[in-house]
């Protein structure tokens, strides 16, 4: 089993930024990928972006290439995201999830075994 916190989302306004934290606990040995979605109000949950352990490597989805950035920590068991120049639309909640087996896919929520609660993001204009 893996647990996953995220942290660090608030209100901020259009512009700005923030960096979202999501601590992994329990198998984190196992831990392959962890990866980022988000869901606002009345649509479905959208992939952010993911990082893979090993070999490391970044993905990111359509929608938020070039202002979100994603890292791990290998020590603390913690992946981040940073978003930056934030829009109105970035307003949602964001999730964090992990997996402990390999795929090529890192955009379907459903290959992912682990989430967090999420942390909302609300962006004003």
């Known amino acids: 089993q893996v647990q996953l916190v995220e942290s660090g989302g608030g209100l901020v306004q259009a512009g700005g930024s923030l960096r979202l934290s999501c601590e992994a606990s329990g198998r984190t040995n196992s831990l392959l990928t962890m990866g980022w979605f988000r869901q606002a109000p009345g649509k479905e949950r959208e992939f952010v972006a993911a990082?893979?352990?090993?070999?490391?490597?970044?993905f990111y989805g359509d929608s938020v290439q070039g202002r979100f950035t994603i890292s791990k920590d290998n020590a603390k068991n913690t992946a981040y995201l940073q978003i930056n120049d934030l829009k109105p639309e970035d307003t949602a909640v964001y999730y964090c999830?992990?997996?402990?087996?390999?795929?090529?896919?890192?955009?379907?929520?459903?290959?992912?075994?682990?989430w967090g609660q999420g942390t909302q993001v609300t962006v004003s204009s």
């Open positions: 990082v893979r352990w090993t070999p490391e490597d970044t």
């Open positions: 999830a992990a997996r402990l087996f390999h795929s090529n896919i890192y955009n379907y929520p459903t290959t992912y075994d682990y």
